[in-house]
């Protein structure tokens, strides 16, 4: 009974530090006014935890850890509606109508946590909130408890409120995600592809200055790394969807 009474007595925040030595601890909050569905996507060659997708109401938060050099991304979906198959539709970010995306992608626009835990050349941790596939909800992505040359991922502004009427993607007339310059156009200009898919050649367009005036510390076009990559050595990170100001 003395072991157990010491086991069970282990202050929480060393023994969420001990479940995660293994790989990385990833928490979840959905700070919005309304439930999201979160979606997840390993990389090719890389496992999706929870089955890649999921309910979330206000308020809740999720906790769940991926292995060492994970690597992957992260969005939330909008007013989504499900039967108990786990079939059915969201307004923003659907992964081909399924709950669980298992190996699926968000439909654009999405704003999008990019990140790389760690690989065969590098101990370090890369991650980035991404609005190359537009937007559609407000995120943030920083370590928890500090870490080595960490920083703040984020875009906490709507950019619904303010999404040039050319991008903006509405549902019942209300406003719900703003396109990125390359889906609403589809040229190799706005794309970064083709003979503009290099950082000479492919330069931000007036929506993407706009995006980046709006939030500084997101990706607003393919070759935005100086200023929107984050590096960073750390054991547990939490996403926030709509962040506090």
């Given at each position: 009974m003395l072991v157990l009474y010491h086991l069970v007595s282990i202050p929480l925040c060393v023994f969420l530090f001990l479940v995660s030595t293994n790989g990385t601890q990833l928490i979840l909050v959905n700070n919005c006014r309304r439930s999201i569905w979160p979606g997840i996507l390993g990389n090719t060659g890389q496992m999706t935890p929870k089955d890649g997708g999921f309910h979330m109401i206000t308020g809740e938060e999720v906790v769940f850890d991926v292995p060492k050099k994970w690597s992957g991304r992260i969005w939330a979906r909008q007013n989504c509606h499900f039967d108990r198959n786990g079939t059915g539709s969201c307004d923003t970010g659907d992964c081909d109508g399924q709950l669980k995306c298992r190996g699926?992608?968000?439909?654009?626009?999405?704003?999008?946590?990019?990140?790389?835990?760690?690989?065969?050349?590098?101990?370090?941790?890369?991650?980035?909130?991404?609005?190359?596939?537009?937007?559609?909800?407000?995120?943030?992505?920083?370590?928890?408890?500090?870490?080595?040359?960490?920083?703040?991922?984020?875009?906490?502004?709507?950019?619904?409120?303010?999404?040039?009427?050319?991008?903006?993607?509405?549902?019942?007339?209300?406003?719900?995600?703003?396109?990125?310059?390359?889906?609403?156009?589809?040229?190799?200009?706005?794309?970064?592809?083709?003979?503009?898919?290099?950082?000479?050649?492919?330069?931000?367009?007036?929506?993407?200055?706009?995006f980046k005036a709006i939030c500084p510390k997101a990706y607003s076009y393919a070759f935005d790394e100086s200023s929107s990559l984050n590096k960073c050595r750390a054991s547990r990170y939490v996403i926030i969807f709509c962040p506090p100001k």
């Open positions: 699926l992608g968000g439909k654009p626009p999405t704003t999008v946590v990019e990140m790389t835990l760690g690989s065969s050349t590098s101990p370090l941790h890369f991650y980035d909130v991404s609005l190359v596939d537009g937007f559609n909800v407000p995120v943030s992505m920083r370590p928890v408890g500090g870490g080595i040359g960490c920083g703040m991922a984020e875009c906490d502004v709507d950019l619904n409120i303010c999404c040039p009427s050319a991008l903006e993607v509405k549902v019942g007339g209300k406003v719900v995600g703003c396109k990125s310059a390359c889906l609403a156009i589809q040229s190799a200009k706005y794309c970064c592809t083709g003979q503009f898919a290099s950082p000479k050649t492919c330069k931000p367009t007036i929506f993407a200055l706009l």
